[in-house]
């Protein structure tokens, strides 16, 4: 604890006596600062024991008494030291009535006192609360550290927790929370979420100082007072701390959060290298299970990665949305971040939490595959992604199918197919279900086929157009039925001689015969692809009857 005037009085070779302010003996002193002007508020900081001999001041008069003290009060000064016989034989009454008044302590300094000796005492007190803040700093970093080192991250929590009498959270990459302890302090540092996201979006390392009454909190109704630190070497950030406290931290307890920060960037920073280390191991991993080799894997993979390949996982393909870093950053991401990059954080966030193993494999910065758990946290998690557009997210994935290590090359291809579909669509996720449970035709459905599909068959419907026959409806017609005539024949209700007819001025017009399956296959899926926009009517003054009778 710092030194207090009931200290100061207690020391013996000072000789101190109060004469007024018994009740404030307890106010904390910051220094001791001596003057003799008629108004030293403006060279005064607040927590200062003033020291003076009245040399300029009228201290008899109580008008003049009565406005010092009040200023001194106003500027948080700890309290007035005035020295007898060296003025005035005695404290003037006039100044003991101008601090009673305010409640502003007021010592008598004996004449044998020099306020050197006062100064010194007062700097000796804080050296030595310093010292002892310092020498408890230590001792709770190297408890912190054991705690980090033997039980994790979790157990380093209680312990801070407990050594600022407040609670602690640990926040991941993404803004979730990891731990807190005590336990009902994550339902309060859940609510912090968006101060540390507005956190995150600044460069490491930042602070930041939230207040607020937390009525609803288990701890009692009271305000506390949270700190919030980021925590990263780097301009990303890789997680945050949080502390609450009843009051502003002291010197010891600020030690202990520092310690805690630095604890806790060494293990983000370390983890990151062990990530590195766990990518190049799971790129083997996933180069053996391409290549056929799963029972290689499974060995390479031991128990890292063993259990994934035990049970149905799907394979994950991404892509920055522009192929390039320059794109914007998703919500929440600084505009340093990489699309790629917030996704592999976001990735591991959730399967830490979910408590499942997955094998991430960048490929550059562009691109990343992810084999994930099947029905699993991480592939659930994707459903958000599904809700955005591409340029939004950032990112494009393909997911596959659920596979097992046998069939990995195949799904692989599957998610390349998806990832594919989800570029040309500007859709932020594209499952293969998707592909392998609908039809092919909106696989088509871009402005290129669009287009090759109008000019195949411009110049039947510009025949229609005129009056001359229904060879588009016709076409569609006996297409749809294998080219069996009469039953295509009863279906547009002519005769089948007429729909001979009318398939030979097919051919003649589009110059390609109808005997070839390729043509008919890319007429079928031009009429498909059209189909939406529907077949250009006969002007209205021409009837099917008038039609036949021109054929």
Do not use: C
Not at 292 to 299: L, N, S, V
Not at 394 to 419: D, F, M, R
């Amino acid at each position: 604890m710092p030194p207090t005037l009931a200290s100061l009085v207690q020391h013996s070779a000072l000789h101190l006596t109060v004469r007024a302010g018994e009740d404030r003996l307890s106010t904390p002193v910051r220094w001791v600062h001596a003057s003799e002007l008629a108004d030293p508020v403006p060279y005064m900081e607040g927590g200062e024991l003033l020291l003076i001999t009245a040399t300029t001041l009228d201290a008899a008069d109580p008008g003049a008494m009565r406005q010092y003290v009040r200023r001194l009060a106003d500027a948080g000064v700890a309290g007035l030291g005035f020295a007898v016989g060296v003025n005035y034989e005695d404290v003037p009454e006039a100044l003991v009535g101008a601090a009673r008044e305010v409640g502003l302590p007021l010592l008598a300094v004996p004449r044998r006192t020099p306020f050197l000796a006062i100064s010194k005492a007062v700097s000796a007190a804080l050296a030595a609360d310093q010292y002892r803040a310092v020498t408890a700093g230590f001792e709770v970093q190297r408890e912190l550290t054991r705690a980090a080192l033997s039980e994790g991250p979790a157990a380093l929590l209680e312990r801070l927790a407990a050594h600022v009498n407040g609670w602690a959270a640990l926040y991941d990459a993404s803004g979730a929370v990891v731990a807190a302890a005590p336990e009902w302090a994550a339902r309060r540092a859940a609510r912090l979420t968006a101060e540390v996201e507005r956190l995150r979006e600044r460069p490491a390392p930042a602070s930041a100082v939230v207040g607020g009454a937390d009525a609803g909190d288990a701890a009692g109704d009271a305000e506390d007072r949270v700190e919030l630190q980021s925590l990263g070497t780097g301009r990303r950030v890789r997680g945050a701390l949080a502390v609450g406290t009843g009051a502003a931290l002291g010197t010891a307890e600020r030690y202990a959060v520092h310690s805690a920060v630095a604890l806790l960037t060494l293990t983000t920073e370390r983890s990151r290298a062990l990530q590195a280390a766990e990518q190049r191991l799971g790129a083997a991993v996933l180069r053996m299970l391409l290549s056929g080799q799963p029972d290689h894997a499974r060995t390479v993979a031991g128990e890292l990665y063993g259990g994934l390949l035990d049970a149905p996982f799907r394979l994950l393909i991404a892509e920055s949305a522009a192929g390039t870093g320059g794109v914007a950053a998703p919500h929440g991401a600084t505009d340093t971040d990489h699309p790629i990059q917030v996704l592999t954080d976001a990735i591991e966030a959730v399967a830490s939490r979910g408590g499942e193993a997955v094998l991430l494999v960048p490929d550059g910065e562009d691109r990343l595959a992810v084999v994930s758990p099947d029905a699993g946290a991480v592939v659930a998690s994707m459903a958000r992604y599904a809700l955005l557009e591409a340029e939004v997210a950032g990112v494009v994935i393909g997911l596959s199918a659920p596979t097992g290590p046998i069939a990995t090359a195949g799904a692989y291809k599957q998610a390349e197919q998806a990832l594919s579909v989800a570029r040309r669509r500007g859709r932020a996720l594209v499952e293969h279900e998707e592909l392998a449970a609908g039809s092919i035709l909106p696989l088509l459905a871009d402005d290129a086929v669009r287009a090759f599909a109008e000019g195949m068959l411009r110049a039947l419907r510009d025949h229609d157009a005129k009056g001359r026959g229904d060879l588009v409806a016709s076409l569609r017609a006996w297409l749809s039925r294998h080219g069996q005539w009469d039953a295509a024949a009863a279906d547009l209700g002519v005769h089948r001689h007429t729909l001979r007819y009318r398939m030979r001025r097919v051919e003649e017009i589009l110059g390609r015969s109808l005997d070839d399956p390729d043509v008919r296959m890319e007429l079928w899926l031009a009429l498909k692809t059209t189909a939406a926009s529907g077949p250009t009517p006969p002007p209205a003054s021409v009837t099917p009857e008038t039609r036949e009778q021109r054929q």
